[in-house]
């Protein structure tokens, strides 16, 4: 049967217009021009500035032969040109490729080849890193350097374009691309590769416009809300806030390296209302000498991922001025796309089971149509008990294109209709997810499946623990058994007979760490722990005894 409301009304370019979160900026610069968009430093730099720089950036790509299906990459900190690079890089039809600053130069050179980048954008600080990756490369791509005014001690290379005057090149009414569709790739980010080479996600217009406008409803980010830059801009395109700023006309606040002090005093000088950052944001912070500190005439909230934050650390921050909000996601969905959205009834229960709740992920954001724990053999849901383990997975707008030029890991991670994200969880009754583990860090010993997170959260709620994160370490008769790396908290003391009989009174037997490693916990550049270098040294140490 012809569905009558589909006759003679097709689309048309009055009713229909491929969706882009390109178009906020240009509604920002319009209803706001004279409204400050950025500050980094003493620079102050209004809407009506920002989206002509943008347009700028846009037009000098393009007049370097740069468009439609190229790839534009930026080595980038926190500061405005990162920012410019998220409208004017996809102004032109080109794709962002955002690349963390810490990685090895090998890795970065895997990247630029990968992504067969015509242009980079680098800041001066990361220079050597740039000339040692494309002593590797393949590709030769254009080098444009970005002199950043609050960092000094950059070295000028001569050979490469300085960007202001690249930008000088660059018309500020230039007519910006729209995308032809909006399934069109916007970025790509590279995942961490701890396994092998990185695999590159690429991101639509689509979903980023969504996503954007996500982080806003689900942040409850009013109009000219205050946003400080402690998440990196390269992860997941800075969960897609550089987008979001500019739907509500706010004011981002650019901080090109996290430190107590100048966090603290961004905080109070700028009125600051929301920020991101994983767990050890707020340690650093809240551990921070009481001088660094300032008081705060007003609420900030706070949004976290990674692993849950300690009780202690829940309750110093609420003591402080903030409001902590857990987010889950991946880069394969644009950063966060789970919300452990708070119930005000909650607010009343004792501190334990406030700790309890806000552990959990939570449910998904309004842009992700589909979130669910299933069993990855069957694809059928797991019983809503909190009990039941499976893998979360998602579908929907806001889940990648896929993996680019790997068209088999694309599909091995689309089985069944969803994106399997590789984590393992349980349902609550109530519909909210948890997190047990990576599907790769399960520890099994004897047979048993022991859950990594289930360990830290029994190391966490000792005072001395500051940092934990369990790993499998190789064991003769077990097969595996956990081990577990612990950073003590300031001012304590406890050892590993100390820490084996807590373990004891909170785990059951099989589920206590063989060994106890006392040190520095390595972390990437947003937080995340690095288990797979404790992997390797809990296989070094398997071979020279208990702990």
Known sequence: MVNPYNTDLDRNPANYQPLTPLTFLERAAS????YTAIIHGALRRSYREFYARSRRLASALAGRGIGRGDTVSALL????????SHYGVPMCGAVLHSINTRLDAETVAFQLDHAAARLIIVDSEFM??????????RVKPFVVQYDDPEFHGGQRDHEALDYEDFLAHGDPDFDWLMPEDEWDAISINYTSGTTGNPKGVVSHHRGAYLLAQGNALTTSMAKHAVYLWTLPMFHCNGWCFPWTLSAIAGTHVC????RAEPIWSALAEHAVTHMCGAPVVMSLMIGAPDHEKRSLGHKVQFFTAAAPPPEKLL???QQAGFEVTHLYGLTETYGPAVVNDWHQGWSDLPPEQQAALKARQGVRYLPLEGLDVLDPETMTPVPRDGKTMGEVMFRGNVVMKGYFKNPEATRESFQGGWFHSGDLGVIHPDGYIQLKDRSKDVIISGGENISSMEVEEVLYRHPSVAVAAVVAMPHPKWGETPCAFIEKAAGHEVDAAGMRDWCKENLASYKV???FVFAEIPRTSTGKIQKFHLREQARILSGDGGG
């Open 31 to 34: 209803v706001y021009p004279d």
């Open 77 to 84: 900190a926190n500061t405005p040109a990162m920012l410019e």
């Open 128 to 137: 050597p890193l740039l000339h040692e990756a494309l002593g590797l490369t």
């Open 255 to 258: 901080l090109r390296q996290v």
């Open 315 to 317: 309750a110093d921050m």
């Open 513 to 515: 760490p063989g060994r």
